[in-house]
């Protein structure tokens, strides 16, 4: 390559003169001389001087002596104009570590004299880079997506190993990511991380009891929470996929909770949530009386595999983009699970406390004034004329899990809501149980109820809260639909009776009942009392069914009920009453509704 360049120089001298001459400032004194590559430029007992900071590899011929070669940094190779060989000629003679058979090192110096920094020159010219163990050095962190992290010589130094030189881009000297990958190399993956990035969790559902106030820590309801940077989000609403109203099982294959769903381990706490077939253990010989109610520890169905899916409503990509009561969740609007408020009169557990309608969570403070929520104050008397007030439930009694579509599982106490499937095919001593939700509130012991305890409506409750009420129960309507004594008639379909055809409705479907002014000024209307499902009432002495069924008409008084078609007034009306069958008997058609005291 040097020889190149003074062959071109030569030649271009060649046009001039036979020789020229350049005077090198610091060279030789400032002394005329030639321009050489090496020895072998100048004429004989002329040696080549190049000083080692000579920008093109040329150097000045001078007259060369012995005395002018020499090693003073004693590495074996020499420097001088004296020199008669230049194939040992050292570049930088005051350092033993840079000669023609140095080791370039990461340094910024030329340590091999190749006229490279930091660089090897092979034979053929090219610039090829150090060996690695030279060129490279190895980071200190090698675990993971660490390993085989390196940096490369620059500017004559190694660099410190950062994320992206030398360590990877998502690399973090403390990690704080939560991504499922070892940030840090310390092959600890999110060690600090709340929840597994990515996965889908049951909301935490945890009710604290004890003997005197009830608190509560988390949801009121069940749900999802997505794990999203470690963190998981709110606990978002998210119902229990169910097939003919049972719980859909994933425990073994996740995949039958198809698209949209979600298979997650839940651990459950006795009945709070619905029927879950957690057992708790009261009063045994093992269990003093004091400590009443425990959880076994032999049960095996306080945890469950279970599908649950998000209602979701569109894309997103922050809080903003949704809709009151949702949030965005992995680009999605998802419904937010209602978290603890304070407790109104709404059938509800609204502040998560374990109990319904009440104002603190110590037992008695209520929320609901005189009556419960969804039953009005009948002003009723009893047969003998006297007040006897009573709150009775706006709709037929429904399970707690019914649907509109569904009459529901969980059997423990009966619900007065709008909408629903009643609850029939019950028997009078089942009517009475849900009504007083008595197995509901031995899981509450010791304390106040969860829900106030309801009875079964006697027959002359049930009459006057259909008819109507004005002082005299003789007085009543005997059709819920009738404005005026002359038009007290029954009416085909005016309720949902046989000639409707229609079969079984939701609560509230058909208006048959009587619309009563409260306190306050509000008409509060009972529904179907007549029609829809029959319903149990209390006779003097046994069982009645009153109001007749969405299987009944006028032409069917002789309807036959476990061989009793006897009614004591007109059929499909309020005082349509039938002896009961057997206690332990029940029909599609039969359902009931609750009456309560009315709190002072």
Not at 329 to 336: D, E, G, M, P, S
Not at 502 to 514: E, V, Y
Request: hydrophobic letters at 30%; glycine letters at 10%.
């Amino acid at each position: 390559m040097v020889h190149a360049r003074l062959l071109m120089l030569l030649a271009a001298a060649t046009l001039l003169s036979a020789c020229f001459d350049v005077t090198r400032d610091g060279i030789n004194g400032g002394k005329v001389g030639f321009l050489c590559a090496s020895a072998a430029d100048c004429v004989e007992g002329f040696g080549c001087n190049i000083p080692p900071n000579s920008p093109d590899g040329l150097g000045v011929c001078q007259k060369a002596t012995s005395s002018q070669c020499y090693d003073t940094d004693s590495d074996g190779f020499f420097a001088g104009i004296g020199c008669e060989s230049i194939e040992r000629a050292d570049c930088d003679d005051t350092n033993p570590q840079v000669s023609p058979g140095g080791v370039e090192v990461c340094n910024g110096i030329d340590d091999n004299c190749d006229g490279e920094t930091d660089a090897n020159v092979a034979a053929d010219g090219t610039v090829n880079p150090m060996a690695d163990g030279d060129r490279y050095r190895e980071c200190p962190k090698q675990i993971g997506i660490c390993s085989g992290a390196r940096v490369e010589c620059t500017d004559g130094a190694f660099p410190a190993c950062v994320p992206g030189n030398g360590y990877p881009a998502n690399f973090e000297p403390s990690e704080t990511s939560c991504d499922g990958i070892d940030n840090d190399c310390d092959a600890a993956a999110d060690e600090d991380c709340e929840c597994v990035p990515g996965s889908v969790s049951t909301c935490v559902y945890t009710v604290l009891r004890d003997d005197v106030e009830r608190t509560a820590v988390g949801q009121c309801e069940r749900g999802l929470q997505f794990c999203i940077n470690g963190v998981r989000s709110e606990c978002l609403a998210a119902p229990a996929v169910a097939t003919a109203g049972v719980l859909v099982d994933c425990s073994a294959d996740p995949a039958v909770c198809g698209a949209g769903s979600y298979c997650v381990d839940e651990a459950l706490e006795p009945n709070e949530d619905l029927a879950d077939g957690c057992e708790r253990v009261c009063g045994t010989a093992e269990i003093p009386a004091e400590d009443n109610c425990v959880l076994n520890a032999a049960s095996t169905n306080c945890t469950r595999s279970v599908c649950r899916t998000t209602q979701d409503a569109g894309a997103c990509t922050d809080d903003a983009g949704c809709d009151n009561g949702f949030a965005c969740v992995q680009a999605v609007c998802r419904r937010i699970n209602v978290a603890p408020t304070d407790e109104l009169c709404n059938g509800l557990d609204d502040n998560c406390d374990g109990m319904v309608d009440n104002k603190t969570g110590i037992s008695g403070s209520e929320v609901c004034s005189q009556c419960p929520f969804n039953m009005v104050k009948v002003q009723a008397v009893t047969p003998s004329g006297a007040a006897a007030d009573v709150c009775v439930d706006l709709y037929e009694a429904s399970r707690p899990d019914a649907t509109s579509a569904d009459q529901g599982q969980f059997g423990y106490y009966a619900q007065s809501v709008a909408g629903v499937l009643p609850w029939t095919g019950v028997t009078a001593e089942e009517a009475t149980a849900a009504c007083q939700g008595e197995d509901y509130y031995d899981y509450f012991k010791p304390g106040p109820r969860p829900i106030k305890s309801k009875r079964l409506c006697s027959y002359f409750e049930y009459e006057q809260a259909c008819g109507g009420v004005n002082g005299d129960p003789n007085g009543d309507y005997a059709y819920p639909y009738s404005t005026t004594r002359a038009g007290d008639q029954f009416v085909a379909g005016a309720c949902n009776d046989a000639s409707s055809a229609n079969g079984l409705q939701p609560t509230g479907t058909s208006t048959c009942g009587f619309d009563f002014q409260t306190a306050s000024g509000d008409i509060v209307t009972t529904y179907d009392m007549v029609g829809n499902a029959a319903e149990w009432v209390r006779g003097p002495g046994s069982n009645l069914i009153a109001g007749g069924s969405y299987l009944e008409t006028p032409s069917a008084a002789t309807r036959t009920r476990s061989g009793s078609p006897t009614r004591s007034g007109p059929v499909l009306s309020c005082t349509d009453l039938s002896l009961a069958p057997a206690a332990t008997d029940s029909a599609e058609d039969i359902g009931f509704r609750c009456c309560t005291a009315v709190t002072p």
